[in-house]
């Protein structure tokens, strides 16, 4: 599975969880939260690329909570060999 998260439209934490949920097809029982989000992906057994596009753009609208994310993505990566995570500062 591929799936590409466009930093532009990353506007606030809610439109984050929404996204995220939508685009890596997370349970209904995902707490929308980067907790809830690490142990959604380090369960994953199919392989799976995660790549965020726009990422300066992210950084800007959402500030420190974009960093979480990214470190959390990254966590969750280090945890599951299943899980590839691009980042691209521009598309």
Request: aromatic share 8%; charged share 30%.
């Amino acid at each position: 599975m591929n799936v590409v998260l466009d930093g532009r439209g990353m506007t606030d934490r809610k439109v984050v969880h929404d996204e995220l949920k939508k685009q890596l097809m997370l349970p209904d029982y995902y707490g929308r939260n980067l907790d809830a989000l690490f142990d959604v992906l380090t369960e994953r057994r199919e392989p799976m690329t995660v790549t965020v596009t726009y990422w300066t753009d992210m950084e800007v609208q959402l500030g420190a909570y974009a960093a979480a994310l990214l470190d959390t993505l990254y966590d969750a990566e280090r945890e599951n060999p299943n899980l590839k995570i691009v980042v691209k500062r521009e598309s």
